[in-house]
């Protein structure tokens, strides 16, 4: 695993980006050579009349297309059809690219044989390099061996996920536990022997890691032998440490005080917080400056497709559990609340206007809260700010809720980008993971990646509720 802003990057992943990369690129400069046209030769095209810069560009957009086509995320080949029109939309992108750049420059944009050319030798080269990553991820060398002691439901959970998703570098070998008169929950990883098997079993099957995700641990871990094999080299985790890098969020339900008491670096300094702000408001100008046309014909829309005023005024919870009013374009029927009182948006809620629906997919409702940033009630980035009336509730249901408000606020957030806006108490503990991950590892870094995720979660059309 490789840490890139702040987040654990499988460096099988990190690979095929650079693979992917090389072939996008080497695609259009192995045409120039392979097709010899009279007119054009290839080192005064390429490094002269600056050809390699024009093909950098068209490579750029096949792979930021495959980035939004979610393909760096789910890496293995599940359906070859989906695959090849998720790689014909990338090399389309790139032609659209293009016939943009034409109306601009025609002097910027690649002949078109190379494109076309070119073009075929990527698509085919692409596919037939996914094929083959798909094929050997499963065999190949240098993956984490992880023996699980316990039979925790989160050691099931890791489990299952690492051996869906074995580009993550981690392969499970089986579980150790004492016998239990209680059936577990299904699962395909064996049960290699009990506690006491410990030395004897490690030995046989030579696990890199141990992950301890014992239930109960009084009186029943060995932890003279897991200081014995520590000292013989194998790695010693908490299930939690593993859950974090699996899952990119921190477990809820194996926090302890003392885990956040001595974690190291835990929450933002004081140098962060004010970098924080000074780029949050940097960015907030500029995109009032670039989103102003898009927000008055927002607001026209609003105005003559349903009765009320164009923006929204709530009351929300900010740094240190201060309220604040924040503003949105209002997605909802006027007076929406008045027979309910204040709830949790549903899927298909029937208060959101047909307009307000679209602006929330588009996440085109939240562009008044740059306002917000511009005042210092909000950042960028940050945990999604919430109401009042349901911060009381969750502080008394949810363990650490409230350490979700030691940051500021923010339009967007690792939360938002990572799960849906959930309606439930499991989807609030849920979001609180992810929180809790962006509190431990908060930096400029993360909020840069969280802010060009967001961009593409608008451009895909998958906003929140």
């Not at 980035?67 to 293995?76: A, E, G, M, P, S």
């Not at 080949?77 to 016939?99: D, P, T, Y």
């Not at 190949?140 to 699980?148: I, P, S, T």
């Not at 400056?289 to 929204?312: H, Q, R, Y």
Request: glycine share 6%; aromatic share 10%.
């Amino acid at each position: 695993m490789i840490r890139l802003f702040k987040i654990l990057v499988p460096t099988s992943v990190v690979a095929l980006l650079i693979f992917e990369i090389v072939i996008s690129i080497g695609s259009y400069v192995a045409a120039m050579y392979l097709l010899f046209v009279p007119e054009y030769d290839p080192y005064i095209f390429l490094f002269e009349d600056n050809g390699l810069w024009h093909i950098v560009a068209v490579g750029a957009v096949i792979i930021l297309t495959i980035y939004f086509n979610d393909l760096y995320t789910q890496v293995r080949v599940w359906h070859k059809v989906e695959l090849l029109q998720q790689l014909c939309s990338a090399i389309g992108m790139a032609f659209l690219s293009q016939a943009f750049i034409s109306y601009i420059n025609r002097g910027w944009t690649i002949p078109k044989w190379l494109m076309i050319e070119g073009s075929a030798i990527a698509l085919a080269a692409l596919f037939a390099g996914r094929m083959l990553f798909s094929s050997t991820i499963r065999t190949a060398v240098g993956a984490q061996r992880v023996l699980f002691l316990g039979r925790s439901p989160i050691v099931f959970q890791v489990a299952s996920h690492l051996a869906e998703h074995p580009e993550l570098g981690f392969r499970p070998l089986g579980f150790l536990d004492e016998p239990s008169g209680t059936a577990g929950p299904e699962t395909s990883l064996p049960l290699l022997g009990c506690t006491a098997d410990l030395v004897r079993v490690a030995a046989e099957q030579k696990p890199n890691q141990i992950v301890v995700g014992m239930s109960e641990r009084r009186e029943r871990m060995p932890a003279y032998e897991l200081l014995e094999l520590r000292f013989s080299g194998i790695r010693i985790d908490e299930i939690a440490a593993l859950y974090e890098i699996t899952f990119s969020r921190v477990c809820a339900r194996e926090i302890r005080p003392s885990q956040l008491i001595f974690t190291e670096n835990l929450g933002p300094s004081s140098h962060s917080v004010l970098l924080q702000t000074v780029y949050s408001k940097m960015i907030a100008s500029l995109a009032l400056i670039i989103a102003t046309p898009i927000m008055v014909l927002v607001a026209l829309a609003v105005k003559v497709t349903s009765p009320g005023p164009v923006l929204f005024r709530q009351r929300r919870v900010g740094l240190n559990e201060k309220t604040f009013v924040v503003y949105k374009f209002r997605s909802m029927y006027q007076d929406a609340e008045v027979r309910t009182g204040p709830v949790w948006a549903t899927r298909n809620d029937p208060r959101i206007t047909p307009l307000g629906s679209w602006l929330r997919k588009l996440r085109l409702d939240e562009l008044p809260q740059l306002f917000n940033v511009l005042r210092g009630d909000m950042s960028m980035v940050g945990p999604r700010p919430e109401r009042p009336e349901f911060v009381q509730v969750l502080n008394a249901q949810i363990p650490y809720y409230r350490q979700r408000h030691c940051v500021m606020p923010g339009i967007t957030g690792w939360a938002q980008i990572n799960y849906k806006y959930g309606d439930t108490i499991e989807d609030t503990i849920m979001k609180l993971e992810y929180d809790l991950y962006y509190i431990k590892h908060v930096s400029i870094w993360l909020d840069l990646f969280i802010m060009f995720h967001t961009i593409k979660t608008m451009l895909t059309v998958r906003g929140a509720q």
